[in-house]
């Protein structure tokens, strides 16, 4: 293949009317194809010693290599883990000493093969001819002519009747696949129960009148006067950790809230009359964007801010948005007292907390 | 040649010749006469592969997928996927006592009680990296070289679908562990399938059986992680490598390269050498990676709770670009009807990342479709060789790289003090900006390159010497390129702008159908190729073959004198040195 003509060494296979302008001469190739160049000898070629030299460093690679496999089983068997799992530098002695030996020995196979191959395999390049991906004329024409005559012997065509309800059986065959798909889980409303604090709608902050607003991890009952202005601290609901495994987590990926105490005069506006006992308003804990817990207080500003991404709230507005992708605000929990002094919940939330979803107006 | 070449036995260049069968061939007989791969393997055994360091990227992908393969087996002889709660008493002190998910306190077990365990946990989460960057950088080698067009549009479309699972493979992955960052990632999921219009709360109590989080979902993204996406990537990895088979690889043009053949070493011994050994590279890496280099050190993190967060949580970085745009977003919530849409979650989760997916899938088609090109291409093109390609891809680049540095605006903010509000608004301006900018300074800078090229060709290289005329005026000499640069500089197709014919009809004088679309392709295609610098006629280079004789014939007398610096540089002895116009 030295001679190219058109373009590089392509018989153009235009359509007919495609635009391109085929009865132009192409053929303006400034410069022909000089074809491949000569192939030039490796010394390995035409040097026996360089060759001798190349064959015994492919096979202390491999030797190399079979000695830290060995080395790998002695790590394997000398090094003691669990405790050590920070020897150096926090890596654990024994996943640092099997990963260099298991990962020296690999390298050393392949180095050792690729070196071979290029200091001592032939390295004559070969010319191969390419074949149209497309099937020849011949072997089209006999394909679309077994296909007809199939079609033709099965009758499909003339047999509208048989056509038509067979798609039709076909068609709606994928119910089945879809629709045993419906026992993956129950439907939203028929987890929705006021009583237990389930479904989208519900919490454990409405399973009771006046549950009392107790702190995450410890669960003791909280007095307005345990919180100073400025202070951050996360509540849940009394009774939450008498739950366990699923239903915790389930009840405490909704209940869970922050209390903060504010001067009152700080205070622009509330989600309801009479929700703030003593400065102190409670807020669900859940981002309204997407359902991470929001966690970064700055008590000057009264903005809380979500870690996940960065929407910021207002307490002291309503806990309104003010920056970031969120589009509503975090649901505000009313607050009283009991006849004890503690902070404890007038009713549920008056809105679902956490993301948003289709039908949550309604 | 001098060199006695008579006694290389293993040219592969002389003519087989029917030997008694060997070891090999008696296996090989053996072999053939119950499965009958003879024919098959006849070609295949010497099948040529044309060499260029940038077809090693997608190899780098196929061995990272078995060293998952391979590390993801020694995984599951240990973790458990399940939700049940356990109180964790392995090794690890700081966590004992904690009540944690079976997954959880499995994981820990495998990074701490079995040996070898963090080693393969590490190795498996490295190659994952490295699987997907691997193959995303193939993909873009093989975008801007213009590797997916006809025959191979298919094959692009696989791989694009591999890269698509492999990130959900991914995603699935790095949520198995049910540690703290992870359930944020699934909690986020949560908000995201609930954002869904309609079905979006049913979506999620289905996905979790219940309410989030359940105790469903670590058990049903497991099956998914080991079963199911495995299953379709090693499908569709078998039919990416039976159609390169198939397809024979692309070559870069060059001397004695064309269209019609294929240039390179055979696959046995070289390819075969190459590859193999190229495998226990990629493992070997993968391996000291794992030892080496700390990753998901889920015992940091400890288990999952809803009310709790660390700041910096992130998804793993391929990822990070929805991530990004959903940080980015503005807080859009309508309300139409009593019903509410999140358009906060469902642009950049439910719509960008499908769009970007359809565009990707789409660009070999749309492209064909401008160009109207139905010829066969198995030779590679340099980016600057197809300016508005290069640059569409780079514009598309630069939208991903814009997101996925805003889902780290966090870290961006706190490292280089800036304000997070200030990021995230100019990342705003700049999703739209940026790739706008991109595309013209990357179509600009690959028509000057054109340019650059056709210099090269018509007038020389710029050599660095300097000639003062006698007339005090100064010029750089330019030199003649070598015949093999000039052949690779005009081994190119010259662009063909489709013209739409308006009098175009059938046989009964009636337009023919599709008129009105040719005039849209046929300004499409003007704007595409619009400004692109096409190689020299032979005319040109013929003409400035002769300019450049009449030049040297003008400056001949300077020649052999040219001063290349080094003469006065006091390295060497000027004695006795004839001075430039010393004549």
């Not at chain 1, 076909?170 to 439907?187: E, K, S």
């Not at chain 2, 004992?96 to 080693?119: H, I, K």
């Not at chain 2, 979650?345 to 565009?359: D, G, T």
């Not at chain 2, 619009?530 to 002769?546: S, W």
């Amino acid at each position: 293949m030295t001679q190219l003509d058109k373009h590089p060494g392509g018989e153009p296979v235009h359509g007919e009317g495609d635009g391109h302008d085929s009865h132009l001469p192409v053929a303006d190739e400034p410069i022909a194809n000089p074809g491949l160049p000569e192939h030039t000898w490796r010394p390995t070629d035409v040097d026996e010693d360089a060759a001798k030299r190349a064959e015994r460093q492919v096979s202390t690679l491999f030797g190399l290599s079979a000695v830290f496999t060995v080395l790998f089983v002695v790590a394997y068997f000398a090094i003691e883990i669990g405790d050590s799992w920070d020897t150096f530098g926090g890596l654990g002695a024994s996943t640092l000493a099997l990963g260099m030996c298991l990962g020296i020995a690999l390298i050393l196979i392949g180095v050792g093969i690729i070196q071979w191959a290029r200091k001592l395999m032939a390295d004559h390049e070969i010319v191969e001819m390419r074949h149209p991906s497309r099937s020849s004329d011949e072997d089209r024409a006999a394909t679309v002519e077994a296909l007809n005559t199939g079609l033709e012997e099965s009758g499909i065509a003339r047999r509208p009747l048989i056509r038509r309800s067979l798609l039709g059986a076909v068609a709606i065959l994928p119910l089945p696949a879809v629709i045993m798909l419906r026992d993956l889980g129950p439907t939203p409303g028929q987890v929705a129960n006021a009583e237990e604090g389930t479904g989208l709608e519900h919490t454990l902050w409405g399973v009771r009148p006046e549950v009392r607003v107790v702190r995450d991890v410890i669960g003791t009952p909280i007095r307005p006067t345990d919180i100073e202005v400025g202070d951050l601290v996360n509540g849940i609901p009394d009774g939450l950790l008498d739950l366990e495994g699923v239903e915790l987590q389930v009840a405490k990926a909704k209940a869970a809230v922050i209390l903060v105490k504010m001067e009152p005069d700080d205070i622009k506006s509330s989600q309801g009359e009479d929700w703030i006992v003593d400065g102190v308003l409670c807020f669900s804990k859940i981002c309204s964007h997407v359902g991470c817990p929001i966690s970064l207080y700055e008590r000057t500003t009264h903005h809380v801010l979500c870690p996940c991404h960065q929407s910021t709230f207002d307490l002291s507005d309503s806990a309104k948005v003010i920056f970031g992708p969120a589009g509503r605000p975090l649901p505000q929990l009313p607050l009283k007292l009991d006849d004890a002094g503690y902070l404890v919940a007038q009713s549920d939330f008056q809105q679902p907390v956490g993301p948003s979803y289709w039908s949550r107006e309604k | 040649m001098t060199v006695d070449t008579s006694k290389v036995a293993d040219s592969n260049t002389t003519a087989a010749t029917l030997k008694k069968p060997g070891k090999a061939g008696a296996v090989a007989t053996w072999a053939d006469d119950r499965l009958g791969l003879g024919t098959a393997m006849k070609k295949n055994l010497r099948k040529v592969f044309p060499d260029h360091w940038s077809f090693m990227l997608g190899e780098i992908a196929l061995w990272s997928f078995v060293v998952l393969l391979l590390s993801g087996v020694f995984l599951t002889l240990w973790y458990v996927p399940s939700m049940g709660e356990v109180e964790y008493q392995g090794s690890y002190d700081p966590m004992r006592g904690v009540e944690m998910s079976e997954a959880l306190s499995s994981t820990l077990r495998l990074s701490f009680d079995v040996r070898g365990g963090l080693l393969m946990r590490q190795m498996h989460h490295w190659a994952a990296m490295i699987f997907i960057a691997a193959m995303m950088i193939h993909m873009l080698r093989v975008y801007f070289t213009g590797a997916f067009r006809k025959p191979r549009e298919l094959n692009w479309v696989i791989g694009v679908l591999l890269l698509f699972l492999g990130t959900l493979e991914g995603f699935t992955g790095y949520s198995l562990p049910d540690d703290l960052l992870s359930g944020t990632g699934i909690r986020a999921a949560d908000g995201f399938l609930k954002a869904t219009p309609v079905v979006g709360s049913y979506m999620s109590f289905f996905l979790f059986g219940g309410e989030f989080p359940g105790e469903s979902i670590i058990p049903r993204l497991y099956i998914v992680h080991v079963l199911l996406i495995p299953g379709l990537l090693l499908g569709l990895i078998a039919a990416h490598m039976l159609l390169l088979v198939y397809h024979k690889h692309t070559q870069w043009p060059g001397p004695g390269r064309t269209e019609q053949n294929v240039v390179g070493y055979p696959m046995l011994p070289v390819y075969a050498a190459k590859a193999g050994g190229f495998f226990f590279i990629v493992f070997g890496i993968c391996a000291v990676m794992g030892g080496l280099l700390t990753i998901n050190p889920v015992w940091k993190y400890g288990p999952y709770d809803p009310t709790k967060v660390t700041a910096g949580s992130q998804p793993d970085w391929y990822m990070g670009w929805p991530d990004g745009l959903l940080r980015i977003i503005p807080g859009w919530e309508s309300v139409i009807g009593g019903y509410t849409i999140s358009w906060n979650v469902m642009i950049p989760i439910l719509i960008m990342p499908p769009l970007m997916l359809m565009i990707v899938l789409l660009l070999p088609f749309i492209e064909g479709w401008i160009t109207k090109d139905k010829r066969d291409h198995h030779l590679l093109q340099r980016p600057r060789d197809h300016p508005t390609r290069t640059a569409l891809m780079v514009s598309l680049m630069t939208f991903y790289g814009l997101a996925w540095a805003a889902g780290g605006n966090d870290i961006i903010a706190i490292k280089l003090h800036l304000s997070i509000n200030q990021i995230t608004y100019f990342m705003r301006v700049m999703i739209f900006l940026g790739p706008l900018i991109a595309f013209i300074i990357t179509r600009r800078w690959c028509i000057s390159l054109q340019r650059h090229d056709k210099d090269k060709l018509l007038h020389g290289y710029e050599t660095g010497v300097i000639m003062r005329s006698p007339e005090g005026g100064y010029s750089e000499r330019h030199l003649p390129i070598s015949s093999t640069e000039a052949y690779r500089l005009t081994a190119r197709d010259r662009d063909e702008v489709f013209t739409a014919d308006p009098d175009r009809v059938d046989a009964n004088g009636v337009a023919a159908p599709g008129g009105r679309l040719d005039g849209v392709r046929a300004k499409l295609s003007t704007l595409m190729f619009a400004d692109n610098v096409q190689k020299p006629t032979a005319a040109e280079l013929e003409e400035a073959r002769h300019h450049a004789e009449h030049e040297h014939a003008l400056t001949a007398s300077l020649d052999g004198h040219a001063a290349d610096g080094h003469q006065f540089d006091g390295h060497q002895s000027i004695e006795g040195k004839p001075l430039r116009g010393d004549h």
